[in-house]
């Protein structure tokens, strides 16, 4: 067996290992990245508050034909809005691509379902564009690191497998960063990257990730190497300008088929937050960007004599403030709106990785193993409570959270967990610390934890998060004939998953409709609309039994 000697940045002689092939890491990288794409993606409906706007908007697509003049004509598929929500919130493109995934895979998946697997290719795109950034910017083998690195983000894996735009303007925006890593060599190529990733941001998520990108790319114009590089310039230029006409389109579109939507939409994508949410976004990145954000720290402390003269750097920097600015001022306080962060913060961990000093890796790295192990254990133990009632503090709890009482073995799943289980295990006795492994074992553990959770609690999240069963059952209750349904204290997320889940739009309230729905609030008397109204359905959402529903005729 072959061995080599490696060594660390603190001139220390590291132990000697089995050199591993770059197949071998290649693979690794393949597998990792396939299980934690796929696991999530199907297997659960519509979970509030993202998934509902998003689940409303497909269902309404889908019940207006792509190919009816009038379904455009009419705003419904250039200007697309849910059940809920009355106003327009992004453009239609992460709509427009799931609702073709729903139809074309009708007859093997729930429309849910299928939508979630076009969000798995959207991330197969990022992960593909942040590997291929990571290994622009520094050298072969940093892209393996790159994607070990975003994967491992504590903040991108629920969002990752969640039907939203946010995810499509990801990819958009990844393509565009991947251009700017390029453009010095190949600029041409850069041109093309630069304008379809614009392009896709806007349609996906509208002016917000559009502006981050152009601003990126006018500040990176104004630096040395590219104002000296006619090409390059030229080529970031025609980017930005072959992405116009795509954007206009759309909105002279909008304009005409759809004006009032798409100037209510205007006026939100411009409307300044005051005071602005940056503090908000500083707490969020703590957690939400470990461990890209210590390793990004790391690496500009080490680098700090190169940092303001070296392009790696120079654009990983431009893009995180011109991006943390806008969000900051633009966004509401959510964490999804932090994705783009991601970015150059992975960008930077991954060159950085390697000039980690052995204490520190080796402090990432049983942070790591203790941080997966103990969610790996817990994920089990809660399992066991609830498949076997003990412990019983815990199973009441779970029992108390979810509103089942059991539930029951399911061999493959089980099979699942127990695979991960031992591969994480095995992969934890058999580790060699160095740098590197330290981030390829905090995307393992990662991997490991986020399958081992959904694979054991999904029923119990799902019993707990689903309003299928609820909106399924009033709908067997309502009457062959009504006009409408008014509603009192419905959020939008449920009046978005009852059109999803059972096909009714509900009205405000008004004294036309002979039905009327109305949510309670939770520790409050159920009180009676009026004397005309007679009680026909009654429901509560499993959850903790806190959201209750009554459904009333008028006489």
Known sequence: MQFFIDHDW??????????????????????????????GLIGHSPWKPFESQSASIIQSLIDHPFLSAQSWTDGHWIAPVSAGHPALETPPLFYWVAT?????????????????LSVGIWMLITLLMMGLSGRELWNLGAGRQTNFIFIGCLGLVVSAHTIMPEVAALSGISMAFYALTLVIRKPVRAMWLLAGGLLIAFLSAGLLPAAMVAGTTAGVIFLPVIRQHMEAKRALLLGITLALPGIILWCLLCQQWANGLWAAWWATQVTVQIPSNHLYFMRTLAWYAWPALPLALWGIWRFRHAVLHTYRFQLSLIFFVWAFVLIGFFSDRSEVNALPLLIPLTALAAG?????????????????????????????????????????????????????????LSVLYGAIAVAVTLIWLSGVIRSKHSNRS???????????????????????????????????DMRNHLPAHYRCISSRNIGSSQADLLHYHAGIRLTAESTGCDLLLIEDQPGKRHTSPGTEWSLIWEGEQSRQSKESYRLLQRR
């Open 438 to 472: 330290s981030a390829t074992n905090w995307a393992i553990g990662m991997t490991c934890a986020w399958t081992v959770f959904m694979s054991l609690w999904l029923p119990m999240i799902e019993a707990a998060r689903t309003y299928q069963p609820i909106f399924e």
């Open 352 to 408: 950085s990785i390697e000039t980690l000093k052995r204490g520190a890796a080796g402090a990432l790295n049983w942070f790591g193993l203790i941080l997966f192990g103990l969610l790996i254990a817990i994920a089990w133990l809660g399992w066991w409570a609830m498949l076997t009632g003990h412990p019983i503090r815990l199973y009441q709890r779970l029992a108390y959270l979810s509103g089942l009482q059991t539930i029951q």
């Open 100 to 116: 073709a995934f729903s139809q074309t895979l009708s007859h093997l998946l729930p429309i849910h379902d299928a939508a979630r």
């Open 10 to 39: 603190q001139e220390n002689m590291a132990t000697p290992r089995a050199k591993v092939g770059e197949r071998a890491k290649t693979h690794l990288l393949i597998l990792l990245c396939t299980i934690w794409l796929c696991v």
